[in-house]
């Protein structure tokens, strides 16, 4: 059973960072995807990025572009979503989730594909 497990979230002021970690269990990252995402109040859930070892591709929302950066430690099944330059926009609960492909980058902007599996998320607050 796959288990995803985000952890580090909290409460930043503008202009800070903060890394996210997903841990994942049940499958290994040498064949899946890992995405985040996420979901502002009041707002439709967005893809933010993704990592795929499949094709070596990192896929990033326009939006994050120089700001955000995802990597993974396939030993420790583990991936991280490290954010900078933080900005209240930025504010939402934060999931990472789990499938075979990342989707599609176009124009510059990342399409995420339809994951199967997901976290319980973790809150990030930019605020000062």
């Known amino acids: 059973q796959v288990q995803l497990v985000e952890s580090g979230g909290g409460m930043v002021q503008p202009g800070g960072s903060l890394t996210l970690s997903c841990a994942a269990s049940?499958?290994?990252?040498?064949?899946?995807?890992i995405g985040w995402f996420r979901q502002a109040p009041g707002k439709e859930r967005e893809g933010v990025l993704c990592?795929?070892?499949?094709?070596?591709?990192?896929y990033y929302r326009a939006t994050v572009k120089g700001r955000f950066t995802i990597s993974n430690d396939n030993a420790k099944n583990t991936v991280y979503l490290e954010m900078s330059s933080l900005k209240p926009e930025d504010t939402a609960v934060y999931y990472c989730?789990?499938?075979?492909?990342?989707?599609?980058?176009?124009?510059?902007?990342?399409?995420?594909?339809?994951?199967?599996?997901w976290g319980q998320g973790t809150q990030v607050t930019v605020s000062s």
């Open positions: 989730a789990a499938d075979r492909r990342c989707g599609v980058a176009y124009g510059g902007d990342y399409y995420p594909t339809e994951f199967g599996s």
């Open positions: 049940g499958l290994s990252l040498d064949y899946y995807a």
């Open positions: 990592i795929t070892t499949d094709d070596g591709g990192e």
